[in-house]
């Protein structure tokens, strides 16, 4: 098996949509009317989470009448919010079928199909026409990736001149081994975790210029901590990231312990295409 379908069918749960709409009804929402935000227990699947979409959005700053391209969108939680907040238009694009279908019916459910749709497609073939979006996002997608190169390549490619790019990834910046399994990856067969220079090097490589750069490990640190204080005092809510796989408690305790050391970092960069 290939790495792609190795990596689709590690994220790729069966049966998730009802899992999500009996999740929804259980925390009182309704699930034929959402809000963007009524997802954000389960659609944000990031270090940081929805404070961290919240924040990058702004720091991307997209303009209204951008169109936008979501890398790896999961089940759509940044794509949707990057419509709502800036007003954008957003494809996003994911290896998984599955988050591909679910993506659209949730969005749907929000009321943002208008804005907001998916494509089931490869970040290393990307199904789009050169310089076809204003911007791009990728938000914890490159440690599935082990050919950077082509990946920044490709989004350099379908960018226009001058589009801002947005990358959030989980990066190696210590010593230590990386224990598995890890939200991202049961083993490391389908991980890549690489340092920041590696990716300054073959974004500059690639047609881009950083433009800012942040690590975002002590916020994360942080919003852990408050995390799991208030599991401690109200209880594991019914709409949480648990209902993406029942194995995610061990691989966010596995993450967050390494970050604890210092081995890793979620790193912050926004480059430019030049």
């Known amino acids: 098996m290939d790495i792609e379908r190795q990596v689709a069918s590690h994220y790729t749960r069966g049966g998730l949509e009802g899992a999500i709409l009996d999740a929804l009804a259980k925390s009182g929402k309704n699930p034929d009317k959402l809000a963007n935000t009524d997802l954000s227990g389960i659609d944000e699947f990031h270090l ?3 404070a961290e979409t919240d924040e990058f959005a702004r720091e991307l700053g997209f303009s209204r009448d951008s169109h936008v391209l979501d890398v790896g969108s999961g089940i ?9 907040a800036l007003g954008c238009r957003v494809t996003g694009i994911d290896l998984t079928e599955e988050f591909v279908r679910v993506a659209a ?14 494509r089931q497609g490869s970040a290393l073939t990307l199904p789009f026409e050169d310089g076809t979006f204003q911007g791009a996002v990728l938000m914890h997608v490159g440690m599935n990736i082990a050919d950077k190169a082509t990946l920044f390549s490709e989004i350099r490619r379908v960018l226009k001149p001058g589009a801002r790019f947005g990358v959030y990834d989980i990066m190696r910046i210590g010593e230590g081994e990386i224990p598995y399994p890890m939200p991202w990856a049961a083993t490391q067969a389908t991980s890549f975790v690489e340092r920041p ?21 002590d916020f994360v640190l942080t919003l852990g901590r408050e995390m799991r204080e208030k599991v401690a005092r109200e209880g ?8 993406l796989d029942a194995g995610m408690p061990e ?19 926004i480059a430019r295409a030049i």
Do not use: Q
Not at 108 to 114: I, K
């Open 105 to 118: 019916s949730l969005t749907s459910r929000c009321g943002l199909a208008d804005r907001v749709s998916f």
């Open 76 to 84: 759509g939680g940044p794509a949707r919010h990057l419509a709502v």
């Open 48 to 50: 940081g989470w929805y």
């Open 236 to 243: 594991m809510p019914a709409l949480g990231l648990h209902v």
């Open 251 to 269: 691989r966010i305790g596995n993450v967050m312990a390494v970050l604890e050391r210092g081995t890793i970092a979620p790193v912050e960069m």
């Open 197 to 217: 220079e590696t990716y300054r090097r073959l974004l500059a490589a690639n047609g881009f210029e950083i433009e800012k750069e942040r690590n975002r490990r």
